[in-house]
């Protein structure tokens, strides 16, 4: 048959100039427009960007004052912080406390804090978690992963392991024109998070509650599958710079309009130098800001038209 | 031997003990030593003493496993290879903390790997058991305790049975023969299953045991033999049967062996000596000496640069990690605390900060284990098996008049087939049909015969054009090969046109009484059988050499019908020389003196109806001429002139004589030869040969036969198309020069723009020097002699080189001893190299396999063996592959062959397409999957470099593990299995091409190291941009970011699109079967998300709704998806699109000009381009020989 004889009906394509410069060409004329499309989508999301671990404390204080200082647990960390976008970032005066929306943003205005320098991604913390412990009661005991996080005492901790100990518990309180912004912090974690992963029989156990403590501490009346902060943070980062969802602010913020912070400082990041920011972004279809996609679309496509150029002077002068 | 008995001269009768003592102890004598230790209790095998002895039964079992030990062997045998042993210890390591993921995953397609091989095992295994099944319970007849033959199985034979072969059985067991249905106890057997031998042996019982062929006559028969243990050496057999009181010796002329066959006897009882394994069939079951092709020998290094690059790697990790792990803990503080280095295992303790770094070490051995493809043998072999099916299915390798389709025999190395650089061909059976026709014959100084052979046509046609250069040499080649008789039906093996003789003509002839005795000679001298259909009356012979069979049908079509053989006489159906009639003319064999390489004669000793003692006698012209007597030579000079006449048109000839005997003269003669005949020793043969030489002198010439070896069809094609195809062709014939010239002509392997350089010994001098017989000066001037001329020819060679003249070198077996001495032999390679075609004349089995060692080591390229007879084995062994033809000369040489094909010409298309497709697949398979193993691997690195080189992979485990199994797999096997840069008709039509695998174009470690750096390259484009892209800012509208889990899918998702795609871009040859595999395994990725994601948490764990709750709604997603691919793909493409148009390779062009259209005109001219590229080639593969 003509399958024993290899001789099966079959396209076979070979690259003819003419193919050659149409893909580029066609690669060229469909990769210019989206990389456009991309990054107007890019431009037009408004990010204001505030580090604020170096500004709440001042970095030229002796560094053990500091420690000290975020180690314990009864000082204050009160921290206020006026946001001003990147733009006006010159502008931007600690001690005049201007307030400036760069742009209208348009609600949800997505809250988010950024860690840097932090391993989210670390072999030993990504596998220090007992799914099986978050889902049910039933597997409340199911702590053979959690070390070292896993007892306190002899009773387990409920949620165990390194990630739910180093929770992040720094938090924002926004105002604008003295009137306090309130932060939508509902649905900030993954739907399948809530419905199915944390089980909403489950409460806090034992959580923070000797030897010492990591991160932020959990209220153990309310069910893992009601606190999202937990769900956001136990969704590990991929990479040392990463940024989580703390909320939503679901009025729109007009172009100049002034915000005021609030900000408890409690997270210590400055044992291994990462930097903490503040942000608050609006998004388009294609996500938060980045030009980089944008950029490189146009890039991709600019170099294939070169190419097919190249190409046809070459097959001009050289055929 | 056949035929050799007289009535009255049994054999065994004139054995006595007195005469052979001596001869007796010293081979017999052994006997009960060591080695020789067997008994068996003949037709008493339940005496309490052959129990004891425990021989084993007749069970047979080939099979390599049994079903207790196919788990634990088959294990060992696939932890042999180091890839395997290597990813085991990595799957037990998985167990501890060090792995970087679940055992399981690691497990999974090792196992999945491991158990694909042993499936394979098993079912090849599970094939041969059902042989065994069938051999072990086939039905034969043994003596019982009741007196009468019972109906056993062949499993429950045992040592000292007693058993009934009826015609055309098998033998279940080497047996010893007491008696058969003929009188004295003869037998003829088939031994096609042990040497190929598709001729009729003859065996006889001893004299002693002949007369047992009653039933009743065995209820007191007891016995004992005494023997050798058992051996492998089919051609020997010692022991003694204590019969009567009396010792009788037994040769091998007394044993059966098991899988022959018996023929034309109607039955024998024998008793079981060997059984089962300790048979001589088994103990030669060997398995082919294991050949690897050069791709897998590179392969191996490539596969140990891997593993050097993954511990560079892995080390580099583990320093970073040391580093960071050390520095988690400085002057007391935590640095990292959410890591709580202060409470930690030793993997990540900073006190121990080298020692985490060494178990780091480990651990980053494992994570980048998918640099090295755990599937690749495994897929390789697969394809290979494959590619195999494929080459035995090809319709245009198979032989329908013997109904043999090509076989490969060996599936590693198919592609080895398309890197050959030279063929050894053997001559006869090989490049001709080994059928032989009677053409001619020269009878009283008379040429009869009218037919032209191929081989003047070859020549006649060599003489026309010259003239006017004639350009296609197959156009009138058909005509050529009708050899179709124009009156009445071809008869096989005869080809012979006359009216002068045939329909019996002959007698009006004037030496009429001798072409009769010409005729005669031919229908009596030889040991075929006749074979008479009952229905039609027609007689088929079946002879030991076909030439022999050409003579007796020869004989037949003129009259001479040989028509039945007993084991004393030869009948004819003879034309009468008066009367014109029929009649029957019978003729008493007295001996048949055989036919031997070192003899090169055989005659018979025959009484005819007058009483007269004749004998007759036919054999090669070197020895015959010398024998003849001086009256015998009258016709002496014109003979010889017609034989060389014959030699020269290339027929192999035979020359026949005869003579009477007195009565007086036979008897003394016979006097000595037949204890010469009956002598059990190693001398026997010099005995036997030293009788004969006696009585075979004096002889009266008749005349000289002429055979014709056709040429197979389309091997002058063939040879000039493998030519063409830069092959070099050397052929190893045991003919003389002129032949061999002659056989070159014709089958264009010397053209007539060829330079012919002849190394020979038959010079004057040389022949002098023969004459006065000091042999040590003999042997210095031949040397000399041949280091002169190849010296002589060297200069010539250098001479030429800039001309485009080409060289053709003859030499001959003598010379050639010269010359494969250690001192000459690097420059006769030299030589030999550089010219286009060799052909070694008179060359022994021997000379053949130490040709094909010295191009095989000496130019370090791939060479092929190809031959049909058991002269070729060694050659066939020795070579890279050896191709056998499974002609008419038997099974051997298609037994220790690598590829069976049927015809010569077949080795075209095996080697020019199945070798080229086959190396180019081979080659593209294994580049293809270092490509993808170093684009995923690398992957996991940059995300390590970002992880702190904690050893956290960037996908989930089961993403991983498919990885080499599902979603990259079948893609590259559909590529080694089907993909062809050109189609099969391109292939032969351009056969220069072939020059890509002989010269490695594809397989260069430029070509390698580019695919392993394009692997780098996509690697970082997918894992820097999507990182660059995606990371910090939201990646959809609802504000949500990406994860670990999703960044993982989303690289993941980039990593299949970019190697399926990248396999699209590289193979150029698509049919549904490529569109299935390789869209479908980009379709199963997100299949496999969707359900992986959609199965329990418990299952799924990370990957939960990933896919359908994160990614999909993503424009983003979607968008870099689209970006990283097209990245990915733009260098090679950009390298592919400029490369095939400014700097093409030779199949780039091909398929242009296919792709063009333009057919018509690639045939008719080639293009300025595509010419300069053959030069091109062509100056390459000059300087390459140089």
Redesign the interface.
């Known amino acids: 048959s003509r399958f024993?004889?290899?001789?099966?009906?079959?396209?076979?394509?070979?690259?003819?100039?003419g193919w050659?410069i149409a893909?580029f060409v066609l690669?060229g004329i469909t990769?210019i427009p989206?990389g456009l499309a991309?990054l107007f989508a890019s431009e037009r999301?408004v990010?204001i960007v505030d580090r604020y671990d170096d500004g709440c404390f001042f970095l030229n204080t002796n560094q053990s004052l500091l420690?000290d200082y975020i180690r314990n647990p009864k000082s204050n960390k009160t921290c206020t912080r006026s946001l001003t976008s990147p733009l006006f970032s010159v502008l931007s005066n600690l001690t005049t406390f201007i307030f400036q929306v760069p742009k209208k943003m348009r609600s949800?205005i997505?809250i988010?804090y950024?860690l840097g320098n932090?391993?989210?991604?670390?072999?030993?913390?990504?596998k220090s978690r007992s799914?099986?412990q978050l889902?049910s009661r039933k597997g409340e005991d199911e702590i053979k992963d959690c070390?070292?996080?896993a007892r306190s005492g002899e009773k387990p901790i409920v949620p165990c392991g390194?990630i739910a100990?180093?929770l992040f518990n720094d938090t924002y309180a926004f105002s604008s024109k003295n009137k306090a912004l309130t932060v939508d912090k509902k649905d900030i974690a993954?739907?399948?998070d809530k419905e199915?992963?944390f089980g909403s029989d489950v409460y806090p156990k034992n959580f923070q509650s000797d030897g010492?403590i990591?991160?932020g501490k959990l209220n153990h009346s309310i069910p893992l599958s009601e606190q999202e902060d937990l769900m956001v943070w136990m969704?590990?980062?991929?990479?040392?710079?990463?940024?989580?969802?703390y909320g939503?602010i679901t009025v729109d913020l007009e172009a100049n309009e002034a915000i005021t912070v609030v900000i408890q400082n409690n997270y210590?990041t400055y044992?291994?130098g990462g930097e903490k920011k503040l942000v608050l972004?609006t998004?388009?279809?294609?996500?938060?800001?980045?030009n980089?996609?944008g950029i490189?679309?146009l890039c991709?496509g600019g170099?294939?038209l070169f190419?097919a150029i190249n190409?046809i002077l070459?097959?001009i002068f050289?055929p | 031997m056949r035929g050799g008995m007289g009535k009255g001269i049994h054999f065994s009768k004139l054995y006595t003990f007195s005469c052979f003592r001596s001869k007796f102890e010293d081979e017999h004598g052994q006997l009960g030593q060591r080695g020789y230790s067997r008994i068996v209790f003949c037709n008493d095998p339940d005496n309490p003493e052959a129990v004891q002895l425990k021989y084993r039964g007749n069970y047979v079992s080939t099979t390599k496993y049994t079903a207790l030990n196919f788990i634990p062997k088959s294990l060992f045998e696939q932890f042999r290879r180091v890839a395997n042993l290597y990813f085991l210890v990595v799957a037990c390591v998985s167990f501890s903390p060090l792995a970087?993921y679940t055992a399981v995953s690691v497990l999974a397609p090792l196992l999945m790997v491991i158990g694909a091989t042993m499936a394979k095992e098993g079912v090849e295994d599970w094939r041969r058991r059902k042989q065994d099944i069938e051999a072990n319970n086939r039905k034969v007849e043994v003596y019982g305790k009741n007196h009468v033959f019972n109906e056993t199985r062949w499993k429950n034979l045992r040592v000292g049975d007693l058993v009934k072969i009826y015609k055309d059985e098998y033998f279940p067991a080497d047996l010893l023969l007491l008696s058969s249905s003929y009188e004295d106890g003869i037998c003829y057997v088939e031994t096609m299953n042990l040497d190929g031998e598709t001729n009729l042996k003859l065996k006889h019982a001893l004299d002693e045991t002949a007369s047992l062929r009653d039933v009743r006559s065995f209820q007191n028969f007891k016995s004992t033999i005494k023997c050798e243990d058992p051996n492998e050496h089919l051609y020997s057999f010692v022991g003694t049967l204590y019969y009567g009181g009396q010792h009788h010796p037994l040769s091998l002329q007394q044993i059966l062996l098991r899988d022959s066959k018996l023929r034309n006897t109607d039955y024998i009882y024998g008793v079981v000596v060997f059984t089962g394994h300790d048979t001589k069939v088994m103990q030669n079951a060997t398995d082919p000496p294991s050949k690897r092709s050069r791709i897998e020998r590179r392969m191996d290094k490539i596969i140990y640069i891997l593993f050097s690059t993954l511990i560079l790697i892995s080390l580099t990790g583990s320093m970073f990690f040391g580093v960071d792990t050390k520095n988690d803990i400085r002057g007391g503080?935590?640095?990292?605390?959410?890591?709580?280095p202060d409470?930690?295992?030793v993997?990540?303790d900073p006190k121990r900060a080298s020692l985490a770094a060494f178990f780091h070490f480990l651990t980053g051995l494992m994570l980048y284990g998918y640099l090295i493809p755990i599937s690749l043998y495994v897929s390789i072999e697969v394809v290979k098996v494959l590619q195999s099916i494929?080459i035995n299915?090809?319709?245009?390798m198979y032989y329908e008049e013997t109904d043999k389709p090509a076989r490969a025999r060996t599936s590693d190395l198919n592609e080895e087939l398309g890197q050959v650089d030279t063929i050894l061909s053997d001559k006869t059976g090989t490049l001709t049909c080994n059928s032989m026709e009677f053409v001619k014959c020269s009878i009283a100084g008379v040429a009869y015969g009218r037919g032209m052979t191929e081989v003047e046509r070859a020549l006649a046609k060599r003489k026309r054009s010259r003239p006017h250069e004639v350009t296609d040499s197959s156009s009138d080649l058909p005509e050529c090969n009708d050899h179709v008789v124009d009156s009445g039906k071809p008869v096989k093996g005869f080809n012979f046109r006359d009216e002068r003789v045939t329909n019996g003509n002959w007698v009006n002839e004037p030496h009429s009484d001798l072409i009769q005795k010409f005729f005669r000679v031919l229908a009596i001298c030889h040991t075929a059988i006749p074979d008479v259909r009952k229905e039609s009356g027609e007689i088929s012979y079946e002879a030991e050499s076909p030439d022999e069979a050409a003579f007796v049908i020869a004989a037949r079509e003129l009259g001479f019908e040989f028509f039945e053989r007993t084991q004393t006489s030869i009948s004819l159906h003879e034309l009468d020389h008066e009367s014109g009639r029929k009649v029957n003319r019978s003729y008493t064999l007295l001996h048949v003196l055989e036919f031997s390489s070192a003899r090169k004669r055989m005659s018979v000793i025959v009484k005819n109806a007058e009483n007269q003692l004749l004998l007759l006698c036919k054999g090669a012209d070197s020895v015959m001429f010398e024998r003849l007597s001086k009256d015998g030579r009258l016709f002496l000079a014109k003979t010889m002139d017609h034989l060389n006449k014959y030699a020269e048109a290339g027929l192999r000839t035979l020359v026949v004589a005869y003579r009477e005997l007195s009565e007086q003269e036979y008897k003394s003669w016979e006097e000595e030869f037949l204890p010469a005949k009956t002598s059990v020793s190693a001398a026997r043969d010099a005995l036997i040969d030293a009788a004969c030489d006696k009585i075979e002198r004096d002889l009266i010439l008749l005349g000289v036969t002429a055979v014709e070896d056709k040429l197979q069809k389309g091997v002058p094609e063939c040879i000039d198309k493998l030519s063409k195809a830069g092959i070099k062709i050397w052929v190893l014939t045991g003919d003389k020069m002129e032949t061999a010239i002659n056989i070159g002509h014709a089958c264009s392997l010397l053209t007539k723009g060829m330079k012919q350089i002849v190394i020979t010994l038959d010079s004057p001098d040389i022949s002098d020097l023969e004459k006065q017989g000091d042999k040590e000066a003999i042997q210095k001037a031949s040397r000399e002699s041949i280091a002169k001329q190849i010296g002589e020819a060297k200069a010539q060679i250098i001479a030429r080189k800039e001309s485009s003249v080409t060289f053709g070198l003859i030499i001959d077996g003598m010379s050639l001893d010269f010359a494969l001495t250690k001192s000459l032999e690097s420059s006769f390679l030299e030589v030999a190299v550089n010219c286009a075609s060799v052909i070694c004349c008179r060359s022994s089995p021997k000379q053949k396999a130490r040709v094909t060692k010295l191009v095989k080591v000496g130019t370090g390229k791939t060479t092929l063996a190809i031959g049909d007879g058991a002269n070729d084995v060694g050659m066939l062994q020795e070579a890279d592959i050896g191709v056998g033809i499974s002609g008419v000369e038997g099974m051997q040489a298609v037994m220790s062959s690598d590829f069976a094909i049927a015809q010569f010409r077949f080795l075209e298309r095996l080697l020019l397409v199945h070798g080229h497709?086959c190396y180019r697949r081979i080659t593209m398979m294994i580049c293809y999957f270092f490509y993808k193993n170093i684009t995923f691997g690398f992957t996991l690195f940059w995300?390590e470099a970002?992880?702190?080189f904690?050893?956290?992979p960037?996908y989930n485990d089961w993403y991983m593990s498919f990885y080499n199994v599902f979603f990259t797999s079948l893609p590259v096997i559909a590529l080694g299995v089907?993909d062809?840069d050109v189609?099969?008709r391109l292939c032969l039509k351009h056969p220069l091409l072939y020059q890509e695998g002989v010269q490695n174009i594809l397989f260069t470690w430029h070509r390698i190291l580019s695919w392993m750096l394009n692997g780098v390259i996509s690697s970082m484009i997918i894992f820097f941009?999507i990182?660059?892209?995606?990371?910090?800012?939201?990646?959809?509208?609802?504000?949500?970011?990406?994860?670990?889990?999703?960044?993982?899918v989303t690289m993941y998702t980039c990593v299949v699109w970019a190697v399926n795609c990248q396999m699209a871009l590289s193979i150029?040859?698509?049919?549904?079967?490529q569109h299935f595999f390789i869209w479908g395994s980009i379709a199963f990725w997100y299949t496999f998300l969707v359900i992986y994601g959609a199965l329990p948490?418990?299952v799924s764990?990370t990957a939960?709704?990933v896919f359908v709750?994160?990614c999909a709604p993503?424009?983003?997603y979607w968008?870099?998806t689209?970006?990283v691919v097209?990245?990915t793909l733009?260098p090679y493409?950009?390298y592919?699109?400029?490369q095939?148009?400014?700097k093409p390779m030779y199949h780039?062009i091909i398929?242009?000009r296919?792709?063009e259209g333009s057919e018509a005109e690639v045939s008719a001219e080639l293009p300025v381009r595509v010419k300069e590229k053959i030069d091109h080639l062509k100056e390459r593969l000059k300087h390459r020989e140089s």
């Open positions: 024993t004889q290899q001789e099966l009906p079959a396209w076979k394509p070979i690259l003819t100039p050659v893909v690669i990769f989206i991309s999301v990010e420690l949800p997505y988010y950024q932090f391993y989210q991604n670390h072999r030993r913390y990504v799914d099986k889902r070390q070292p996080i390194l100990w180093s993954w739907k399948s199915h992963k010492l990591g991160g969704r590990t980062a991929a990479l040392p710079t990463f940024r989580k969802l939503k210590n044992e291994f972004s998004t388009s279809w294609i996500g938060g800001k980045n980089f996609l490189a679309y991709v170099i294939c190419l190409f070459m097959y050289r | 970087p503080e935590l640095k990292r605390w959410y890591l709580r409470k930690t295992t993997f990540f494929f299915q090809d319709r245009d497709w995300f970002h992880a702190s904690s050893g956290q960037a089907f062809q189609s099969a941009f990182t660059n892209s995606i990371v910090n800012q939201a990646f959809r509208r609802d504000g949500h970011l990406v994860d670990y889990e999703v960044l993982g150029n040859y698509f049919t549904w079967i948490l418990k764990t939960y709704q709750e994160a993503s424009p983003f968008l870099a689209l970006l097209v990245s733009l493409f950009a592919r699109s400029f095939t148009r400014f780039d398929q242009r296919r792709s």
